[in-house]
């Protein structure tokens, strides 16, 4: 019986696969150069999309793989697309986490204690509110028009983490002073919490809520990114995460995440974080390793914050110490 031949789709944004290298894993089709095309592999390491031949392509079974999907748009360098970034694969990645915290996300130093380490903090903030406003009580408050109790207990969820700068943790409590802007935003904040997941209808109310904050002149902005989303994160980790612009920026940008980042407060933008911390959610899942199994987003996004970290240059470092020799000083 004769075998049939699939013509391959040429076209920018189909999924391929390279028989001949199927540990590049699957590739995006990114560009044309005359009868070749450019593709980018989501297992293969580097910036540089490769030059291949259709003939040496078949067509993938699977038309959409999340990495790949999501690709930031690539650039043309000396005639080739590139990606915006290096990036880190996900075994790059995870190989990176473990270095820093070899028992995964059951390291001691990674739980850590009070202040240090990267839950015990994140996780207390989240029992404090679950005391203050969890059960239905942040809604009961707003229905009884009880603002100045919600608002208290708001900011004593928030403490003194260092998620959110000093001058930001201030202006929130000056922006909270006022009634008509502490109302509608503990409503919102209801509604988010109160929702099963993260969605467009209830979290673009927050967003405008917190947008509106007005404080008197000098004081800087109060509509910022980590205003937005810490109190969403802290109360539901489960569904929501923290967007800090610099760390989450550099993040995406190490997995080649097109996050489409705006500093304006804008549901895309946070959707976007959402589903990025979903993508490595299932990824680490997939691994089937229960020290690598996360319990929520703080753990998800511990793990992709820290591919800021470049991998190659801590591996050196790490290598580096091995290597190194006790003076051993003998008795003579």
Not at 43 to 62: I, N, S, V, W
Not at 129 to 145: M, T
Not at 148 to 154: F, L, N, R
Not at 290 to 315: E, G, H, M
């Amino acid at each position: 019986m004769a075998s049939v031949v699939v013509e391959l789709d040429t076209s920018i944004g189909t999924v391929v696969d390279n028989p001949l290298k199927p540990d590049w894993g699957p590739g995006r089709i990114v560009g044309t150069k005359g009868k070749n095309v450019w593709v980018v592999f989501r297992d293969h390491p580097g910036r540089e999309a490769k030059l291949m031949t259709p003939d040496g392509l078949r067509p993938a079974e699977l038309q959409h793989d999340p990495i790949l999907d999501n690709l930031p748009e690539p650039k043309m360098e000396k005639g080739r697309p590139v990606l915006p970034a290096e990036r880190n694969l996900f075994g790059e990645t995870v190989r990176l986490f473990l270095m820093r915290y070899p028992d995964g996300f059951v390291d001691a130093r990674y739980l850590g204690k009070g202040k240090v380490g990267e839950r015990a903090s994140k996780w207390a903030a989240h029992e404090r509110f679950q005391e203050g406003l969890g059960e239905g009580e942040l809604r009961r408050l707003v229905d009884a028009d009880e603002v100045k109790k919600g608002v208290t207990q708001v900011l004593k969820v928030i403490g003194t983490m260092n998620l959110i700068s000093r001058v930001e943790r201030l202006g929130l409590a000056e922006a909270l002073k006022k009634k008509d802007a502490a109302r509608p935003f503990l409503s919102a904040l209801a509604d988010v919490v109160e929702a099963p997941e993260a969605g467009k209808a209830t979290f673009s109310v927050l967003l405008d809520s917190v947008a509106s904050f007005t404080v008197a002149d000098p004081a800087p902005p109060v509509a910022t990114w980590p205003v937005a989303t810490i109190l969403p994160f802290l109360a539901r980790p489960d569904a929501h995460v923290f967007l800090k612009p610099t760390v989450s920026q550099k993040a995406a940008q190490g997995l080649s995440f097109d996050l489409k980042y705006n500093a304006s407060l804008n549901w895309k933008t946070y959707e976007r974080c959402i589903l990025l911390a979903s993508i490595y959610k299932q990824k680490l899942v997939e691994l089937d390793d229960p020290n690598l199994a996360p319990r929520d987003l703080i753990d998800v996004q511990a793990f992709i914050w820290n591919t800021r970290s470049n991998w190659k240059k801590t591996a050196a470092r790490g290598l580096a110490r091995k290597k190194k020799k006790k003076v051993v000083v003998k008795e003579l």
